[in-house]
């Protein structure tokens, strides 16, 4: 536990002293390796009965080679903080491929991948020490609405089944030595909630905490979430947390988020960050803006002192963080508010 404790100082002595970066896009980078319905098997699961190409996380276990060098790039490129490869790992989603019984295999190895990459960079240049954030994604379903229609009060998911998930999978994290837990692109406030009820009964349970990151996404032009919250009404129903940090990611380039971030900066005492996609997708579903491009729209968040953590959503690489890094190195970090609307932060 001290050396859990060590880390959790550091990261927030870090964060005090400058912007931090987030790394980009896990799901771009593995697209880029075109891998088959055999890369994605590898020997263990070669006679599996079902399908399982597109099941990323799953490459933690039979492609580990690549998620470390994925992880590797961002680091090299000027990331402080990489997410684990497990967006997807809890046992409602990874139904799809019928396997559900590997979410917490599938979280272990992921965080011990990404671990053992963060202590690599962090022996080669001390200064300047490397974290893991435990990507908890959203699952597929949703709490708040009937995927009926015809049916408005039927919900796919309940409240204590989403919690079950969430613990299941912040357990395994925490067990193969993540420094953060980040509940990150929140299109409906209720499956966030259940997030940090799981987390937050881990906490009481174990004695020990790690910092928690949220981060919602705004799904359209609308303002709001999926769900229908507005950006300030998603920070208030998630600011009975100790959280380290609130932001927007996914969906929206850096220019469509920034409204919305500006609200979340102006209300908020707990960092804010941002990790927005490499634009809007075109015709085709591919992101054309360029590193330089995003940098630039990125810039008119430090000139605003809007952000205190910043990175990469849907069509970053390595070279969009690269030029983020060197951006950010030009400003200092956000100073929080007073008369905020949410709770003071935990101290830890």
Do not use: W
């Amino acid at each position: 536990m001290a050396d859990k404790h060590k880390k959790v100082y550091n990261l927030r002595e870090e964060a005090k002293k400058r912007i931090l970066v987030l790394d980009g896009a896990m799901g771009t980078m593995i697209q880029n390796h075109k891998l088959t319905e055999e890369g994605y098997r590898g020997e263990r699961f070669a006679d599996y009965p079902y399908d399982l190409k597109g099941n990323n996380d799953l490459l933690s276990l039979t492609q580990p080679h690549i998620i470390k060098e994925i992880h590797a790039q961002y680091f090299e490129a000027g990331a402080d903080i990489i997410e684990t490869n497990t967006f997807n790992a809890n046992h409602i989603s990874l139904a799809d491929y019928y396997m559900e019984d590997m979410a917490e295999e599938l979280n272990y190895h992921s965080a011990l991948i990404a671990r053992e990459v963060a202590n690599e960079f962090t022996a080669r240049e001390p200064h300047k020490p490397r974290f893991v954030a435990g990507s908890i994604g959203p699952t597929n379903k949703t709490a708040s609405i009937s995927p009926d229609v015809n049916n408005p009060g039927y919900r796919g998911v309940s409240f204590d089944e989403l919690v079950s998930a969430y613990r299941e999978q912040a357990l395994a994290l925490i067990k193969g030595g993540v420094d953060i837990l980040m509940v990150e692109t929140v299109f409906d406030t209720l499956n966030a909630k259940a997030a940090l009820y799981a987390i937050m009964e881990i906490f009481d349970e174990t004695g020990q905490q790690l910092p928690v990151m949220v981060s919602g996404t705004i799904t359209d032009a609308s303002g709001r979430t999926l769900s229908g919250q507005t950006a300030e009404a998603f920070l208030i129903s998630i600011s009975h947390a100790p959280l380290f940090s609130v932001g927007l990611n996914c969906a929206l380039g850096a220019e469509q988020l920034r409204p919305y971030l500006q609200v979340l900066s102006q209300k908020s005492s707990f960092l804010i960050s941002a990790h927005p996609n490499a634009g809007l997708p075109n015709a085709f579903g591919d992101y054309d803006q360029t590193p330089e491009q995003m940098a630039e729209q990125i810039r008119e968040y430090l000139d605003l002192g809007l952000i205190n953590i910043i990175g990469g959503c849907c069509g970053t690489n390595p070279e969009h963080i690269k030029a983020i890094a060197e951006l950010v190195k030009q400003y200092k970090p956000r100073v929080s508010p007073q008369n905020t609307v949410d709770s003071p932060q935990l101290t830890v």
